[in-house]
């Protein structure tokens, strides 16, 4: 099993719908998650960081997270084409302390 | 506030020479810095990491080597390098073992 697991996609999305990305994660004492947003040959932009159950809204973003079942998710809500990018999900992990673990990414295009 | 620097953003090398890219923070002390790589269409590897000046862990065994000569400053090396080492090569901080890390431009590198 993966640490962290995301479906790579693409996903696709008409403008104005709601995006949902989903990640799984293999560490159950694993206490810190980020998304982080990617264009196509740009570097990874921290856009959400989530540390408690629940959820976490940011302008057209939340994060959601359930511990107890170790998913994290990223709702992106009235998606533009801007917003078009593969979505990596980290996760820092209990037994290697600061290690970041990545996911593979999704990839989300949102068309107009 | 906090800034990272990366360079060059693109380098094309012919195999068996050299290479030395570097990475600078700016506005903090004591970052936490890493080094990753992502292969096209992959996801991120991370190559090094460092906690401190002359601290340096490997993640994985292969053709390169970091260093911390300075608090801010992590250089990434190879003495000969080969074709499978092209990639996009990215630098990373954070402040803590469980804050998000910060990533610069990258150096998006070819070997030839």
């Known amino acids: 099993q993966k640490e962290v697991e995301q479906n790579s996609g693409p996903l696709s999305v008409p403008e104005g719908a709601i995006a949902s990305l989903n990640c799984t994660y293999s560490d159950r004492g694993s206490q810190s998650f980020f998304w982080y947003r990617q264009y196509s040959g740009k570097s990874p932009e921290l856009i959400m960081s989530i540390y408690s159950n629940g959820d976490k809204e940011d302008g057209r973003f939340t994060a959601q997270l359930n511990k107890a079942s170790q998913y994290v998710s990223l709702l992106i809500r009235d998606s533009q084409p801007s917003d078009s990018a593969t979505y990596l999900c980290a996760v820092v992990l209990s037994s290697n302390t600061g290690k970041l673990i990545f996911g593979q990414g999704t990839t989300l295009q949102v068309k107009p | 506030s906090q800034t990272i620097h990366q360079w060059p953003a693109t380098l094309v090398q012919p195999v068996g020479s050299p290479l030395s890219l570097e990475c600078t923070v700016e506005g903090t002390s004591n970052p936490n810095l890493y080094w990753y790589r992502q292969a096209a269409g992959r996801g991120l590897q991370l190559l090094f990491y460092s906690v401190g000046i002359g601290q340096i862990s490997s993640e994985v065994p292969q053709n390169l080597s970091a260093s911390r000569p300075q608090d801010r400053q992590f250089i990434l090396s190879s003495k000969k390098l080969l074709l499978s080492d092209s990639g996009f090569y990215l630098c990373?901080?954070?402040?803590?073992?469980?804050?998000?890390?910060?990533f610069g431009d990258g150096t998006r590198l070819s070997i030839l």
């Open positions: 990373a901080w954070n402040g803590g073992d469980t804050q998000p890390q910060h």
